[in-house]
Nanobody, 124 residues
């Protein structure tokens, strides 16, 4: 089992930015596709975006496109989720996960390992 640990969450004002990190014990992000999900109070878990391990191509859900960038660190031990122009609707617990799929999937059931999550709270 691969251990993933999210960090970087916190409290920010509307319009602010945060970068979340997902740390792994080794360079797994060179051989697994990464997905980022979030779960807000009273909401279902939602796909935010992902990055393919084969090509590095990214995929984002439409309502965050242009505000979110997913990347992998050079050592392949960390995945990042950079979020700009945050809105109160972005308040959620954010999770990273990995899948053997070559391209990101928006279905949480396709992912094999999950981190414990990090809280992002955006105030108005």
């Amino acid at each position: 089992q691969v251990q993933l640990v999210e960090s970087g969450g916190g409290l920010v004002q509307s319009g602010g930015s945060l970068t979340l990190a997902c740390a792994a014990p080794g360079p797994i992000f060179g051989s697994y596709t990464t997905g980022w999900f979030r779960q807000a109070p009273g909401k279902e878990r939602e796909f935010v975006g992902g990055i393919s391990w084969t090509s590095g191509s990214t995929d984002y859900v439409d309502n965050v496109k242009g505000r979110v960038t997913i990347s992998i660190g050079n050592a392949k031990t960390t995945a990042f989720l950079q979020m700009n122009n945050l809105k109160p609707g972005d308040t959620a617990v954010y999770f990273c996960a990995i899948t053997t799929n070559r391209e990101p999937s928006d279905s949480s059931s396709d992912y094999d390992n999950w981190g414990q999550g990090t809280q992002v709270t955006v105030s108005s």
